[in-house]
């Protein structure tokens, strides 16, 4: 099973290489899969104005390989719904100490449709749940295409729209908030077949809550 790397500014200097490979996978599946050509970089690296010293990335690591990840910004600081598509918050942009912006998720293409369980997106968004816990943090808000509504309602997440579903570079996106409670930690362990911990908080002083085992 994958591990779920912590990884911020104070111990990304043990990252090197995997944040190099980080950011040239997310090159490979939004310009290279995805078309997304606005984010083509000549380096071959997707760095956004959103990589900043505040961000937090959550690294599916097996060993060194990177096979999945995403990234998380406080909304007291510029984020994906703030700057670029305030739109999609009609009901007003959520900004507060307790609240980050989760974006960029993804899996590489070959460990997508796996049947071994968990799957390395539960293992990221068990561990995402279990993160927040641990940091205070109480929502996320997040700007995604609709179709993964379904798919984030199925793994146990509560999901608020923050205004209607809007046409965005030819794509239905929508805006929600995602409360975090340890209720939907464990239902999306349980569901996903994540048992306990999978954090991993190399160079970092833990503060993850007591060692809980999320699915008997």
Not at 38 to 54: H, V, Y
Not at 90 to 104: C, H, K, M, T
Not at 170 to 175: D, R
Not at 187 to 214: D, F, K, Y
Request: a neutral charge; one cysteine or more; aromatic letters at 8%.
């Amino acid at each position: 099973m994958a591990d779920l790397h912590v990884v911020t500014n104070a111990n990304k200097h043990l990252y090197g290489d995997a944040l190099d490979e980080y950011f040239r996978l997310r090159h490979k599946i939004y310009v290279d899969e995805r078309r997304w050509m606005e984010l083509a970089k000549p380096d071959g690296r997707e760095i956004d104005q959103f990589d900043t010293s505040d961000t937090v990335y959550l690294m599916a690591m097996e060993g060194r390989r990177v096979v999945g990840s995403h990234r998380l910004n406080p909304t007291t600081k510029p984020t994906l719904m703030s700057d670029l598509f305030p739109q999609l918050a009609f009901r007003g942009l959520i900004r507060r100490p307790d609240a980050y912006e989760l974006s960029r998720v993804f899996v590489i293409r070959e460990r997508r449709g796996e049947q071994a369980q968990p799957r390395v997106e539960s293992v990221i968004m068990a561990g995402t749940m279990e993160y927040a816990l641990a940091q205070g943090i109480s929502q996320f808000t997040i700007v995604m295409e609709t179709w993964w509504l379904p798919r984030f309602q199925d793994m146990g997440w509560r999901l608020r729209p923050l205004g209607l579903p809007t046409m965005i570079n030819g794509m239905s996106c929508i805006g929600v908030v995602a409360d975090v409670t340890e209720e939907v930690w464990v239902e999306t362990c349980t569901r996903r077949s994540v048992r306990g911990s999978v954090l991993v908080w190399n160079g970092l002083e833990p503060m993850a809550p007591e060692q809980r085992v999320a699915a008997g």
